[in-house]
Every structure is written in structure tokens, then in C-alpha cells.
């Protein structure tokens, strides 16, 4: 019970809502209590300020109550249950921005074209050189080579030899996983760097942050602050100071960089369909912070680079002329990228899915509403005819694969969320709500394609659907 943080309300059972003061409840007694925000019983509502648009966290309870009146007039008019489906156009859904995935120290940044262009000059000069010598100083070259090949190969693996040893030197174990993986740079690398992309994106949205009375914005900064006392004996959560910036955007978007600022668009907030699906993601986004991800995957990326250096040279050194060289590059290039940086990039996300979820469970979060959020943003781009991407083109697992990973997890999940004393599930399944909702939306469609049919019955939903 130690490590779980929970929320205690005394007394009467408190409503919480965003309407008047946000900092106060009421209770029966009709006195003010300032409390925490109630994760589980919650009915929280705000009214965009743009438009007449309305995005409301609903509980499940809440959901499954307006099934039965759900109504379809035809295939490409969705309920309004699931406000994903009405957000704008999404290309793809990035949790995080490319410069939070793969930073680096901006030493290795300025240098980094610098030692690809030493590599080609390099490369060039050993061909143009080997080109200019007389066809018997070659043969003696080679001749020379055959008689020192062991001195050769001797001095090839003592160089590989050095990269193990650096590689498993750097190996360092990943907080709360315990996942052994590689850090070159230290933390105080990354927060010198976090800064500097922090005032980057604060000059970029200076004119689009929320103030600190709108209601999404206290929305957010309780779901964050709910999270962070719920985990708080976990050192990198406790230590650390979490900053709230919330963005009017239309992207689905959200990160938190390593120094603790935490920034969400309001596109997001109009994606998710109830608070439980926002405080899964915002733990995800804390878990990457808290696991370390920007440095490792920079420690990777630069580990990689500095290995490609050789096969560069190489490249440039073999390729008898300079259009075969940069072909060469090109495919080297795309080898790294597809074989090495986007798989690891998405073990990253999976691992903070996996955390992520830990940390909402301990936070009283319907743990059971995180795979909702993917298959409801996979429906949004099948509706919206968006093309379906082949995941291992991708740097994020499909929202399809999420989907089903968190199902896996949400088991061990609700053990935590147990554990923690948290107070039951009401209300049935949101996963099974969303079946509901999935099978009335295809019932609907077929009678409008066929006007005749007879409906089937719905009392008995086939909840293994197909894919829409």
C-alpha cells in the first residue's frame, strides 16, 4: 500500500465538474472541498472556445446508457459517442514529435555532416588513389596484402573488439523495466538540450498556448498532477516537476520532454472519449520521460552513425564511380533506418505503453479503456479513407497491433490497479461498448446499402467483428 496513491474521499460521495470553480467540490453538505481529481466517477465537461463544438470526458457507465439511442442516417455520419470520429483528417497519430524521438547533444548535431563528408572525401581519395597507381605497383600492393593478411584481419577485430567493449561498458539499466540498454550521454546532456527544444516549441505555439483558466487546460494539469501523486515513490516521477502547456491545435498530439514539460493539443483532447483514454496517454508521454527513451535512442542512433562511418568509407573506396557510391549510401542509409531505427523505435513505444498503463492503474484509471483510444483512432482513418501504412514503415506500432498488445496487458493492469485499493469498475466493459457501438454501425450501414433487409438482433452483438 505504500507505493500505491490512491484517492481518499471522506464523507459524502463528491461530484467533481469543471463548471464554476474548477478548484472546488461540492458535497451533499453544500460546502466548498477543495479534493484531487476523482478519476473514477467522473462526468468532466468543457465547451471548446472556438465554435459550438462540446468534448466531454464520459465514465462508461455514461456511454453504455446512450446505446440504445444511437442513431446512423448513413454510413459516413458516426455517433457522436466517440468524438474521435469527429476530429479533423489524421495523416498519422505520433505521440512523439520526431525532435523528441531521436534527439542528440548539439555537439554531435553540428559535427555529424562533418564526419559523413570526412568519410566520402576520405573514401574518394583511396580510390582515386588506388586508380592512379601503375598496374605493377598494385600487384605488389596486393602481394603485400596476401603476406600481412593476418596482421590485417588482427588489426580489423582488435577494432571490433573496441566497439563491444564500448557497447557493453555504456550498458545501463532502464528504470522500473530493468531492460539493459545502451546511454553514451548523461542526463545532464539532455537537460541542457530539453531546454533549448523547450524554447523552441514555446516561441513556435507563443501565440496558442491556453491560459491557465480554461477549463481543458485545468483538465490536463489535474490528470497530470493526479498521475504524478498516484506514482510518486517512483524517484524519477517524485523528483521531477511537471510543467502543463496545453496547445490550440487540431493535431492529435501530445509529448513531454525530458526535463518534465508536458505539452497536449487540443486536438487530442478532442479525440479521446472519456478522461480514463487521456490519462493513459499522458502516462505513456510521463513514461517515456521517466524510462529515459530521447537519451537511449540518441545513444543508439549515434552508435550506429559512427559504425556507418566505416562502411561509408568503404562504399566511396569500392564504388568505381560517384553515382554508385551515393546508390550505395542510399541503400546503407535505408538498411540502418528500416533494420535498426524504426524497430527500436517501436520497442520504445511499446515499453511505454507497457509503463504507461502502470502508471494509470495506480492512478484509479479504467485501465480497460487504453486499447479503446487505438481502435478508435484506427476506425477514424478507415472512415476518413486515409491509407493504411505498413507498420515496419513506421516509427509507432499500428493502431491496430497497440490495440491488441494493451489487451494483453490490461490483466496484469487490473491485478495493479487492485493492489492499489482502488475502488471497482462500474459499468460494463468499454471494450465491450465499443463492440456494441461497431456492431449497431454496420447494421445501420447494411440497411442503408439494402433498405429491404431485416436487422438482426442486436440482443445477441457478434462481438469477434471484422475489421472495418
Known amino acids: 500500500l505504500d507505493r500505491c496513491r490512491r484517492l481518499n474521499l471522506s464523507g459524502n460521495t463528491v461530484n467533481w465538474k469543471l463548471t464554476g470553480s474548477p478548484n472546488y467540490c461540492g458535497n451533499s453538505s453544500g460546502k466548498g472541498q477543495r479534493c484531487p481529481l476523482d478519476i ?37 455520419q458516426l ?4 468524438s474521435a470520429w469527429n476530429i479533423p483528417t489524421i495523416r498519422f497519430f505520433h505521440i512523439s514529435p520526431s525532435l523528441q524521438a531521436a534527439p542528440v547533444p548539439l555537439f554531435w548535431i553540428i559535427i555529424k555532416p562533418a564526419q559523413k563528408l570526412f ?13 592512379s597507381l601503375p598496374p605493377n605497383k598494385r600487384e605488389l600492393f596486393k602481394e603485400s596484402a596476401r603476406k600481412n593478411k593476418w596482421k590485417i584481419l588482427l ?11 564500448f557497447y557493453f561498458t555504456h550498458l545501463e539499466e532502464t528504470p522500473i523495466t530493468g531492460r539493459a540498454r545502451l546511454l553514451v550521454f548523461g542526463k545532464e546532456h539532455f537537460r541542457e538540450l530539453s531546454q533549448l527544444e523547450y524554447e523552441m516549441w514555446m516561441a513556435e505555439f507563443e501565440n496558442k498556448m491556453l491560459p491557465e483558466t480554461d477549463a481543458r487546460y485545468q483538465v490536463v494539469e489535474r490528470v497530470v498532477g493526479h498521475l504524478s501523486e498516484s506514482n510518486k515513490d517512483i524517484p524519477q516521477v517524485s523528483e521531477q516537476k511537471w510543467v502543463v ?16 514539460q508536458v505539452f497536449v493539443f487540443t486536438g487530442l483532447l ?32 549515434h552508435f550506429l552513425d559512427f559504425l556507418s562511418l566505416i562502411f ?28 535498426f531505427d524504426r524497430p527500436y523505435s517501436r520497442t520504445l513505444e511499446a515499453e511505454a505503453d507497457k509503463v504507461g498503463l502502470q502508471f494509470a492503474a495506480k492512478a484509479c484509471v479504467d485501465v480497460r479503456a487504453s486499447s479503446v483510444f487505438w481502435q478508435q483512432m484506427e476506425l477514424a482513418e478507415t472512415m476518413q479513407g486515409q491509407p493504411k501504412i505498413p507498420e515496419w514503415l513506421s516509427t509507432h506500432p499500428s493502431h491496430e497491433n497497440r490495440a491488441e498488445h494493451l489487451d494483453r496487458l490490461i490483466p496484469e493492469a487490473l491485478k495493479i490497479r487492485e493492489s492499489c485499493n482502488c475502488p471497482s469498475l ?20 447494411k440497411d442503408q446499402q439494402s433498405p429491404n433487409s431485416t436487422k438482426q438482433d442486436l440482443t445477441k452483438p457478434k462481438l469477434d467483428l471484422p475489421h472495418t
Open 79 to 82: 455517433p457522436n459517442h466517440f
Open 312 to 339: 561509408l568509407t568503404m562504399i566511396w573506396a569500392i564504388c568505381p564511380r560517384d553515382t554508385l557510391a551515393i546508390v550505395g549510401q542510399w541503400i546503407q542509409s535505408k538498411l540502418q533506418e528500416f533494420i
Open 245 to 260: 502547456h496545453v496547445v490550440e491545435e487540431a493535431g492529435v498530439n501530445a509529448f513531454v520532454l525530458p526535463n518534465g
Open 270 to 301: 478532442n479525440a479521446v472519449s472519456d478522461i480514463h483514454q487521456l490519462s493513459f496517454i499522458l502516462g505513456h508521454e510521463i513514461a517515456h520521460a521517466v524510462l529515459e527513451h530521447a537519451a537511449e535512442k540518441a545513444s543508439l542512433v
Open 119 to 131: 568519410a566520402i572525401i576520405l573514401g574518394r581519395s583511396i580510390r582515386n588513389w588506388w586508380k
Open 155 to 165: 588489426s580489423i577485430g582488435s577494432l571490433g573488439v573496441l566497439f563491444i567493449v
Open 426 to 445: 462500474s459499468g460494463p466493459d468499454p471494450r465491450l461498448i465499443f463492440r456494441l457501438n461497431m456492431q449497431h454501425l454496420l447494421e445501420s450501414s
Open 40 to 76: 473514477v466517477n467522473t462526468e468532466a465537461c468543457w465547451k471548446a472556445h472556438h465554435g459550438s463544438a462540446r468534448s466531454c470526458f464520459l465514465s462508461s457507465h455514461l456511454l453504455v446508457e446512450k446505446i440504445p439511442s444511437l442513431q446512423i442516417s448513413s454510413l459516413g
